[in-house]
């Protein structure tokens, strides 16, 4: 069990792709439903194809010899909608090389996870089952790297259109809100084609909803689930609004004008407008002993209409979870050369994540043309609760108590319309616009500092009882506020939104002939408008800035501390009267708020034919012109325009060699632009890791040079062999730098580029079954099999600081070095020859199971490992010469198991799922590690082990 902390009474109350390939086939279930436990295909689902549909390959692969024994079962129809998919499969296999199986034909290396794969690794969300393909891993909460890359080199598709990010630090959506009961498939694709958005770098994930079911279908299911680390253990929480448990706020945290209107006024709040502000619910930091499991829960159901020679189909979901997640951190820093201890505080975080989601979809297929409208609705709320307790700090005099309480909802919209005619058999079409709406508010961010003493702030003795309530740490005195912590509390209002218009037309043209040509050609329009706003306000006395109350009222806890007694009587001793608690408005070091926008305009154009026999060559051309522009507030200098065009070459060539292999061979050029919140002179504070991070208005855009190549060998159906290498030069890439402004202040981080980077590396996978019946024979096993998925990436990053000027993190006023104002030497910032932010060198994925061929019946082991990866590159010393080591994350080894099986009951498919994640209890680890050995955790808890128990039913 975790420690526990010992506060006294006046603070607690007691009261809470290449698919990472199939591991076995379920039934195809019908969109938007739970896969259906009846007879399923014999293999696996493959990648889909370049195919304007969006479906696999339906005709298996020629069975072997070996094969006979097996009787060939049709692929599993793998639903993708993208931008330019336009030739239909048999378009795309070259002259005298019939090569069924899609991940054979497709033009492009993809990877996709179709709604099998997804329920197969019983994860709940999208990043979750990502984590499976060859060379991506997850870092931060839902945002994917694709090999090493940053996900600000990536980018996430909905069907084709771009996703807004509900997150400030990031212009990427994290892929962690997005459910599995609403995905039909999702496609990762690592070699760019001009079809796509310029901005690719690691590579570019689609998401497909679920669109027309093949039947009428009703599906729902519950999920409960428990962590060991949580779940009947000690937490922090508070109580909020009466709907938090459902996510949404009851109008507890409802923002009033003054608070909105604060930059334009004198910048203080006097006593009565704080006494406005909502108060206990948002200040009672609470224990709960025993925290409740975590459950999950959704619905979804379709219909399909056959009118005339056409079909409309309709399809809805519902989903909803609510989960529990307590972290008890070490957090440590150090601002010296050799390691020292700064800070070194004890953490209790209390996470719960309420999510809710909901899917509106309608679909019509008329002949060979579909028109599909989809409207997505996420909605995901973190209520949280965090106490911090150290004896070492900068300039420590005694025991520290700080407690946080937080709330941030996300939400995301959208809505879009997609058109794929087949107007002939050479001329194809396709449109797709969408609107998108991304919202954060983060209202009531609250801190309060106390500092356990012996005396009172007039000098008079504490005794204390003895009666701690918890062990951990005990304070000898009582806590209370004071002007030794500036301020002893604050407040923070701050809002995101967002809005995001697309627009895409495409068309292909097949020119038939000894060797058929297609060219294809589309057009490409995305408009993005954010306002983002971080008020900050500080509790003071009328006194002036840096004060606190007076005894006794600075012995109470937080709601008594704002109690209106205290906010108009705030210095007793003096008189009544004498002073009043206000708040100060104080957005340090930069704009309370920015507006930002980008503007793109795209056209391309692409042929692909057959060179020579079995030699197929895909070369086509993107013209990309950008405007993109950051304006603050509050501030005189930082606003931000770029606009730049591009011509954005890329070719892909594919030889089959053999009937059964082939090589690929892909060169591009991309781009990656700097993200809003890295050009924004707006200070942000990430709750989890507690760091600062500020923008940069001198950034400039990334340019990606892309070689890569491939061998591929399919020795049986769905079995294959993968070898690949690949390398990337990027020039100007962008980075994240540390930096302490002083010995007492907090670790920052600031964005620059460098003069460039280089990152090379290789993935192999394998996938191969074993029949049973073989080798233990009898009933039991005649249909039964064993399987062995396992992939490899290796990757390197090299940086290069050289003497050439970047910008500086620091508001300077003066060059640096002989550089122009605002700009230092790469070398005073970067370590020449680090690895970039985010890579890891070595990706491992394992998959042992068993499964039935003839029904749904799974157990599958699924093993993770990832190497160290800087999160941070190492601040600067504070004398300005040498680094400190950089911040290093370490992933470690996860390994899970998944169970599951089908029965028919009441006339309807049933399934049950059991899940065991985290059996290693692998624990989360940042730390930087110095010269002498010593290390310092700049984070550091366990993770439980968290098994869960769940249902559904299909009728």
Not at 81 to 101: F, H, K, L, T, Y
Not at 409 to 415: A, D, G, K, Y
């Amino acid at each position: 069990m975790p420690q526990r902390f010992a506060l006294p009474t006046l603070l607690l109350v007691t009261s809470t792709l290449v698919a990472p390939a199939a591991l076995a086939q379920s039934a195809t279930a019908p969109a938007g439903g739970t896969a259906a436990p009846t007879s399923p295909p014999a293999q696996t689902s493959t990648p889909a194809t370049s195919s304007p549909s969006g479906t696999a390959d339906p005709q298996g692969a020629a069975p072997t010899s070996t094969d006979q024994q097996e009787a060939p079962a049709p692929q599993e129809q793998v639903e993708v909608s993208a931008p330019g998919m336009n030739g239909d499969v048999e378009d795309i296999v070259v002259v005298g090389r019939n090569i069924p199986n899609a991940v054979r034909a497709t033009a492009q290396i993809v990877s996709v996870l179709s709604t099998a794969d997804i329920a197969r690794t019983g994860e709940g969300d999208i990043a979750g089952a990502l984590t499976r393909v060859t060379g991506l891993s997850v870092v931060g909460g839902g945002f994917v790297y694709v090999r090493g890359l940053g996900d600000r080199y990536s980018s996430s598709l909905l069907n084709g259109s771009p996703l807004p990010s509900p997150e400030p630090l990031r212009r990427s959506v994290p892929l962690d809100i997005f459910p599995t009961t609403i995905v039909g498939s999702a496609l990762v694709q690592k070699t760019y084609s001009v079809n796509y958005p310029g901005e690719f770098g690691g590579g570019v994930i689609n998401l497909t909803t679920k669109a027309i079911p093949d039947k009428n279908f009703l599906s729902f299911g519950a999920t409960i689930a428990a962590d060991d680390a949580t779940t009947s253990e000690l937490g922090y929480t508070y109580y909020g609004g009466d709907y938090d448990w459902i996510g949404f706020d009851d109008g507890t945290r409802k923002v009033p004008s003054f608070i909105r209107n604060a930059p334009n006024g004198s910048g203080i709040i006097p006593a009565a407008q704080v006494a406005q502000l909502s108060n206990a619910s948002t200040t009672l930091l609470q224990r709960n002993n025993q925290l409740p499991a975590n459950w999950s829960g959704e619905i979804s159901g379709g219909s399909v209409y056959d009118i005339g020679g056409s079909r409309l189909g309709v399809i809805a979901s519902l989903s909803a979870s609510n989960t529990f997640r307590t972290r008890f951190a070490t957090q440590q820093d150090s601002v010296s050369v050799d390691g020292t201890l700064r800070n070194d505080f004890s953490t209790l975080l209390t996470d719960n994540r309420i999510v809710a989601n909901a899917l509106i979809g309608l679909g019509l297929e008329f002949g060979e043309n579909t028109i599909r409208w989809t409207n997505v609705y996420i909605h995901d709320t973190l209520k949280q609760a965090r106490g911090s307790a150290a004896t070492l700090y900068n300039n420590a005099s005694g025991l520290r108590f700080q407690q946080n309480t937080n709330w941030f909802e996300r939400q995301l919209i959208e809505t879009q319309l997609v058109g794929e005619f087949k107007l002939s058999d050479a001329l194809k079409v396709d449109a797709r616009g969408a609107y998108a709406n991304s919202k954060r508010n983060a209202p009531y961010e609250r801190q309060f500092d106390y500092l356990c003493s012996t005396t009172t702030t007039n000098g008079l003795p504490i005794t204390n009882d003895g009666n701690q309530q918890a062990s951990g740490f005990q304070c000898n005195g009582a806590y209370q506020v004071s002007q030794r912590f500036t301020p002893f509390a604050s407040i923070i209002f701050s809002e995101l939104n967002e809005n995001l218009w697309t627009g895409q037309a495409d068309a292909s043209y097949k020119i038939d002939g000894d060797r058929p040509i297609t060219l294809s050609a589309g057009y490409f329009y995305q408009g993005t408008d954010r306002t983002s706003s971080r008020l900050v306000f500080n509790y003071q006395t009328s006194r002036g800035g840096g004060t606190a109350p007076g005894y006794p009222y600075n012995l109470l806890r937080p709601n008594y501390l704002l109690s209106p007694d205290v906010l108009n009587n705030a210095c007793p001793l003096d008189g009544t009267g004498a002073c009043t608690i206000q708040l100060q408005f104080n957005t340090a070091a930069g704009a309370y708020r920015y507006d930002a926008s980008l503007d793109v305009h795209a056209g391309y154009v692409q042929a692909e034919a057959e060179a020579l026999d079995g030699l197929r060559a895909v070369i086509g051309v993107r013209y990309e012109r950008g405007d993109e522009r950051v304006t603050p507030f509050g501030v005189t200098t930082g606003a931000a325009r770029l606009k730049n065009d591009y011509f954005l070459p890329a070719s892909t060539l594919t030889w089959n060699f053999a009937e059964d292999m082939q090589l690929r061979a892909s060169a591009a050029k991309t781009i990656s632009r700097p993200q809003f919140r890295e050009l924004a002179p707006q200070q942000f504070r990430d709750p989890d890791s507690d760091r600062l991070f500020f923008g940069n208005p001198l950034l400039r855009d990334s340019e990606l040079y892309n070689l890569e190549a491939r061998y591929e060998w399919f020795f049986k159906r769905d079995q294959r062999f993968t070898l690949a290498g690949f390398y990337k030069r990027i020039d100007n890439p962008i980075e994240q730098v540390g930096f302490y402004t002083g010995a007492d202040d907090r670790l920052q981080t600031g964005f620059t580029y460098l003069p460039k980077a280089t990152l090379y590396g290789g993935e192999v996978e394998l996938q191969k079954y074993f029949p049973l019946a073989d080798v233990f024979g009898g009933d039991f096993f005649a249909t039964r099999r064993a399987l062995l998925i396992a992939n490899y990436t290796y990757t390197k990053s090299r940086i290069t600081a050289d003497r050439s000027c970047v910008p500086s993190i620091s508001s300077s006023t003066q060059g640096v070095a002989g550089c122009q104002i605002g700009f230092a030497p790469a070398v005073t910032l970067f370590r020449n020859g680090a690895p970039l932010t985010g890579q890891s060198d070595h990706l491992v994925n394992v998959q042992v199971g068993i499964e039935d061929k003839d029904a749904l019946s799974q157990v599958t082991l699924l093993f993770n490992y990832a190497s160290d990866r800087v999160t941070n590159r190492g601040p600067s010393l504070l004398g300005g010469n040498g680094f400190q080591p950089d911040i290093v994350e370490h992933p470690g080894i996860r390994l899970d198991l998944v169970a599951r099986q089908g029965v028919s009951l009441l006339g309807g498919q049933f399934e049950i799922k059991a899940e065991a994640r985290n059996l290693t209890r692998t624990r989360y680890r940042e730390s930087q590690t110095f010269p002498n050995g010593k290390e310092v955790f700049i984070n550091r808890y366990n993770l439980g082990r968290v098994f869960s128990l769940g249902v559904s039913a299909t009728f």
